[in-house]
């Protein structure tokens, strides 16, 4: 079973911005196709970005042109970078497949943009 760790959150200002990372435990990470996800409280989870195991992205319209998602398969890690945040985009991210059998969902990492 693969376990992902996300890192990188914290508190910023609006129009700040952070890098979140997500690390997988196996190497069966690098063939499948990846997502992140957002849940805010008594909401249901939200996916705002996915790469293809080969590069190729997509984003939820709210995150398009802000967000960016990337990969580095050498190094099991995904990652979202987050610019021009937004007090709406505060929550707490998660990182898992696209499709398929998910893997073991990690504890997540909290974005809370304030000022």
């Known amino acids: 079973q693969v376990q992902l760790v996300e890192s990188g959150g914290g508190l910023v200002q609006p129009g700040g911005s952070l890098r979140l990372s997500c690390a997988a435990s196996?190497?069966?990470?690098?063939?499948?196709?990846m997502g992140w996800y957002r849940q805010a409280p008594g909401k249901q989870r939200e996916l705002v970005a996915d790469?293809?195991?080969?590069?190729?992205?997509n984003y939820v319209d709210s995150v398009k042109g802000r967000f960016t998602i990337s990969r580095d398969n050498a190094k099991l890690t995904l990652y979202l970078q987050m610019n021009s945040l937004k007090p709406e985009d505060t929550t707490v991210y998660y990182c898992n497949r696209l499709c398929g059998q998910l893997f073991q969902w990690g504890r997540g990492t909290q974005v809370t943009v304030s000022s």
């Open positions: 196996r190497s069966s990470f690098s063939s499948v196709a």
């Open positions: 790469i293809t195991s080969g590069g190729s992205t």
